[in-house]
């Protein structure tokens, strides 16, 4: 098979940009953490938690919200959507994990996670599941390449387990994204009450469930445009009103548990916590909402791009504005990223890019493109997904 | 309530900060049983005289310097920050590989060699105690250990060897908390009526007495009186139980899903 591609300057700019990131990494491996992070002894995560990995895992939400959408809700028109979906998560995961490496003092002892017994500990379980749910989505990708190559043998083992590990899957997947919260709320003097809740976990994981249809959403545009497919502008405006009941519900939720706890005074404070709570509600929230209950934007590319991609960003600040921005340790005592704390995240973030524009030009990932130079995808496999339709009835 | 749970042999220190005159012989010999580096001091580092600003990788106790008008006239309150070795400590309970755990005679310790590096301690502790020396390659955690080397040996914690007043006091905890509650009762005007630690976030080995309010001597106050690995706790023992509840819906309605899909396969309806 064919693993070469033309580089656009598209992938030329994400290949600048993970060089620069690969000089902000080697710094910070050659002169130690200090030498180019902010983060410090009253704010000792950051942005490379609150983006790199918090974020990160969020949007890898995809995979598994997909996947439940599909497999497990039985919303079989939007199978096409699971390749790229699971293609997503993977990547999400690698680079979180890849920020892990760099935002750990002692990366070199992260296995110790996997022999040590800590029940207590949010970040063991996180930790765990992680780990676990990185090796489902490699199990379950694996099936796109090794179809190609051809490796029957290995494909044939990976289909007979794919229901068990696709179970495990979404299992794990419900199980980390909460847990993330579980993380926050240890610390409830340090939180801003707007953020600190004891539901913490419900809302990481309900956020997270709502920014897999964003990104799918997302994706499956960015991907007719650059692949020079048409968008199945049918199935986009069907998952927009999911994702619109989703943001609706998860807005539901975040304001009823702020009034529950009896913090909705916060909201209307004189304080840059206020500020960034409203930006976080109303550009992440209420505008993404009202855009996607139109049917006019639902039915648009540019409509759909936007309020999609509000959803993503309100997402990212949710996860900033409890990890970081939400965060008072002591009033001497501040903190905002680095240049080379940002450079890293964005070489990880262009890697993650550059990976999927290559996969998704060498490997029958989206049902609309068909790699070049390669044979036709076997007929037996008509559905495209991780296990077409028809392989399920044999 | 936090008394109950105290193991018969833990220890705990009492930090009378009505009887310190900031002379910070605590800190010098802190450093010097730590092995910790000098630092390059100058006055006015941090409130008045008070020097450094604030506990870091090499100092694990710190003397502060706080301006207080008492009766009339502005005065010199000294207080003294150092890690708290909690009851129930949030720092251990979030470490997901064990390196910082609690012994029986009370100190909460770090292993270095267990030690991966996420500073989800730091995140935890209520006090802000454990801090981080970032510039290293091989980067640890730092604080207080309480001596749990000395105490391992039968020897009280260097900083409660020296101090020339007093004002640290180290013994069984129980005998502790009745001798802060002898010195309040024996001396109201001197003290307050508060043992900060008593029941600060379920209880400390550290107990501290003061003649004024603790936040005005640069203490954090209004922390919960109830253990604080408890709020994750509540969620992470349903860990187990959840997952198996969601496989099994998962995989039913999965099932349920296949199943519908053949029989529309076999009548030539799917989609």
């Known amino acids: ?394 | 309530m936090s008394t109950a749970t105290v193991k018969p042999k833990a220890k705990a220190m009492i930090q009378d900060n009505t009887r310190c005159i900031g002379c910070r012989a605590c800190m010098v010999a802190c450093k010097s049983w730590n092995d910790r580096p000098e630092d390059k001091t100058d006055f006015f580092a941090g409130e008045g005289y008070q020097n450094p600003r604030d506990l870091d990788a090499n100092n694990y106790t710190l003397i502060t310097f706080n301006e207080v008008v008492t009766g009339e006239k502005p005065d010199w309150v000294f207080g003294r920050q150092l890690c708290m070795h909690c009851e129930h400590p949030a720092c251990a309970s979030a470490c997901p590989t064990t390196a910082m755990f609690k012994t029986d005679l009370g100190p909460v310790v770090f292993d270095e060699s267990r030690c991966i590096g996420c500073r989800a301690c730091m995140q935890a502790c209520p006090f802000i105690i454990p801090k981080y020396d970032y510039e290293s390659f091989a980067p640890k955690i730092h604080k207080c250990t309480f001596c749990a080397d000395r105490l391992e040996v039968g020897l009280e914690p260097a900083c409660a060897t020296v101090c020339p007043t007093g004002a640290i006091s180290f013994g069984d905890r129980d005998d502790m908390v009745t001798e802060a509650k002898r010195r309040i009762a024996t001396a109201p005007g001197t003290y307050i009526p508060e043992i900060y630690g008593l029941e600060e976030v379920g209880g400390t080995s550290v107990l501290h007495l003061s003649s004024v309010p603790f936040e005005k001597i640069g203490y954090i106050t209004g922390l919960p009186k109830t253990a604080m690995p408890d709020l994750t706790h509540r969620w992470l023992r349903a860990t187990a139980p959840v997952f198996a509840v969601l496989y099994a819906v998962f995989g039913a309605l999965n099932w349920i899903v296949r199943r519908r899909m053949r029989r529309q396969g076999h009548e030539g309806e799917h989609t």
């Open chain 1, 1 to 394: 098979m064919n693993w070469r591609i033309r580089l656009t300057w598209w992938d030329n700019s994400l290949l600048a940009i993970m060089a620069l990131g690969a000089v902000f990494g080697l710094v910070r491996f050659a002169a130690g953490i200090g030498s180019i992070a902010n983060i410090n002894n009253a704010y000792p995560w950051g942005w490379w938690v609150g983006y790199g990995i918090m974020t990160m895992i969020a949007i890898g939400a995809v995979g598994f919200t997909m996947t439940a959408l599909v497999e497990i809700l039985g919303v079989h028109r939007y199978h096409s959507f699971l390749r790229p979906a699971v293609l997503m998560g993977l990547l999400c995961y690698t680079s979180a994990i890849t920020m892990l490496m760099v935002e750990l003092g002692r990366p070199w002892k992260v296995w110790l996670v996997l022999v040590s017994w800590a029940p207590t500990s949010a970040l063991y379980e996180v930790g765990w599941c992680a780990f676990l749910y990185l090796t489902v989505l490699a199990l379950e990708f694996a099936q796109v390449p090794l179809e190609r190559l051809g490796w029957s043998r290995a494909l044939g083992i990976l289909r007979v387990i794919y229901i068990p590990i696709m179970l495990l899957g979404v299992t794990l997947s419900h199980l980390h994204q909460s847990s993330l919260g579980t993380l926050m709320t240890l610390i409830p003097h340090k939180v801003n009450v707007l953020w600190w809740s004891d539901n913490l976990p419900l809302l990481y994981l309900f956020s997270a469930m709502m920014a897999g249809p964003a990104l799918a959403i997302l994706e499956h545009l960015a991907a007719a445009r650059w692949l020079g497919f048409a968008p199945r502008m049918d199935l986009l405006a069907g998952l927009a009103r999911i994702e619109a009941w989703v943001v609706g519900l998860f807005l539901a939720f975040q304001m009823s548990d702020l009034f529950y706890r009896g913090a909705a005074d916060a909201m209307l404070s004189a304080s840059w916590f206020a500020v960034s709570f409203w930006v976080e509600i109303g550009f992440g929230l209420l505008l993404p909402l009202a855009l996607l209950l139109m049917p006019e934007v639902r039915e648009s590319r540019r409509g759909l791009a936007t309020a999609c991609g509000l959803v993503l960003a309100g997402v990212l600040l949710h996860r900033l504005n409890v990890a970081v921005i939400g965060l008072r340790v002591r009033h001497w005592e501040t903190y905002v990223p680095s240049i080379g704390e940002i450079g890293i995240t964005l070489g990880i973030t262009a890697a993650a890019l550059f990976a999927f524009g290559w996969l998704a030009r060498i490997l029958p990932i989206h049902e609309e493109f068909s790699p070049p130079q390669t044979s036709p995808r076997p007929s037996a496999q008509p559905a495209g997904a991780l296990q077409g339709a028809k392989g399920i009835l044999t």
